[in-house]
């Protein structure tokens, strides 16, 4: 069966840096575009980040161009996102979710999340 599961969370102070990752296992994964989203206290879900399956294209959200990197590496099934000049708005819950094929970002898998908090 398809899982995702994300490591990385944790806490950090505002202008630093941390490194998610999430391990997919299930089904063949250079064959699906993969994402990141995030939920915020008491706000929606945001699409974060998008990647290819074969990692030659990105896209991400305004709120987060420039300062975050989507990566993937299609040997090992994990997909990373490197956060920098992080800012207390970026404090949410980051999934790592399965691209449903032909739809452009719509998801059908997701992981259980991890939590950033960016806070001094």
């Known amino acids: 069966q398809v899982q995702l599961v994300e490591s990385g969370g944790g806490l950090a102070q505002p202008g630093g840096s941390l490194r998610l990752s999430c391990a997919a296992s299930?089904?063949?994964?250079?064959?699906?575009?993969m994402i990141w989203a995030r939920q915020a206290p008491g706000k929606g879900l945001e699409w974060v980040s998008g990647?290819?399956?074969?990692?030659?294209?990105?896209y991400y959200a305004d709120s987060v161009k420039s300062r975050f990197t989507f990566s993937r590496d299609n040997d090992k099934n994990t997909v990373s996102l490197q956060m920098n000049s992080l800012k207390p708005e970026d404090t949410a819950l980051y999934y790592c979710?399965?691209?449903?094929?032909?739809?452009?970002?719509?998801?059908?898998?997701w992981g259980q999340g991890t939590q950033v908090t960016v806070s001094s």
């Open positions: 299930g089904f063949t994964f250079s064959n699906y575009n």
């Open positions: 979710v399965r691209g449903v094929p032909h739809t452009g970002w719509a998801g059908d898998y």
């Open positions: 990647i290819w399956g074969d990692a030659t294209t990105t």
